[in-house]
């Protein structure tokens, strides 16, 4: 009997045996749920109700009850805490922490980063080196700027911020509880509490700029 097939007869539902693989130091709790093209590894925990799969790899990964790893994901050495959410194509590096109820989705990295209970980071960022309270939203193109060419340093952000997307955060540095970070910013000074912080060029617009510049093009085409 494979080991696949020795843990569906312990209650764990395994949709595929012959495409699942369950290394000999690794727990799945009964009623968890296994799909196609999962593979465990070292000592990785799979709590009762969560759902692993398809095409995801765990290396000594603790996954909390009810949580989700889904498709195309590769997990190492972290922890997702119950009822969270992984994925799809997602990255958590080595001691990550993803909290109760947080999402982390498509094109996300973790390292060494913590996303606090219910906080979410579901579109194309990178959390490095980070601490991410409860409550708060990191907006798709987020990211932390946490390596100089020399070392690395910590973001921190506090419980209940807003990171608008495309923003750059420059460590050392801390967004305060319940600030605003806007679109587009570049952050290099910590953010008070309740605060905006806007780190931006101002707009120019050119009323008649592009239509002024067609017929420039095409008077010059016209004239050979």
Same mark, same amino acid.
């Given at each position: ?48 109700g ?30 997702? #805490? +119950? =009822? &969270?959410? @992984? ?10 922490? *993803? %909290? !109760?109820? /947080?999402k $982390? ?39 932390t700027?946490?390596?100089d ?8 952000? #506090? +419980? =209940? &911020?807003? @990171?608008g ?9 801390t *967004? %305060? !509880?319940? /600030?605003? $970070? ?6 290099t ?10 780190g ?14 067609r ?10």
């Open positions: 009997m494979s080991r696949a097939e020795h843990l569906a007869a312990q209650g764990v539902r395994i949709e595929d045996p012959a495409s699942t693989f369950v290394g000999p130091d690794v727990v799945v709790e009964a009623g968890a749920v296994l799909r196609p093209f999962t593979i465990l590894e070292g000592r990785t925990l799979v709590r009762a969560a759902v692993v799969g398809p095409f995801v790899r765990l290396v000594d990964v603790e996954v909390g009850t009810g949580a989700q790893i889904l498709d195309h994901c590769l997990l190492r050495q972290s922890v997702v #805490e +119950a =009822g &969270a959410s @992984v994925g799809p194509f997602a990255h958590l590096r080595p001691e990550s922490r *993803v %909290g !109760e109820r /947080a $982390v989705g498509n094109f996300v990295e973790l390292k060494k980063t913590h996303l606090g209970e219910g906080s979410k980071a579901q579109h194309l960022s990178y959390l490095g080196d980070a601490t991410v309270g409860a409550g708060v939203n990191i907006g798709a193109g987020t990211i700027c946490n390596y060419g020399a070392r690395k340093s910590p973001t921190r952000i #506090e +419980a =209940g &911020a807003f @990171v997307s495309d923003t750059t955060l420059v460590a050392p540095v *967004v %305060g !509880e319940g /600030a605003y $970070v806007a679109a587009g910013s570049t952050i000074e910590d953010v008070p509490k309740d605060a905006l912080a806007l931006r060029a101002r707009q120019v617009t050119k009323p008649g700029w592009a239509a002024k510049r017929e420039r093009l095409a008077g010059e085409k016209a004239r050979g």
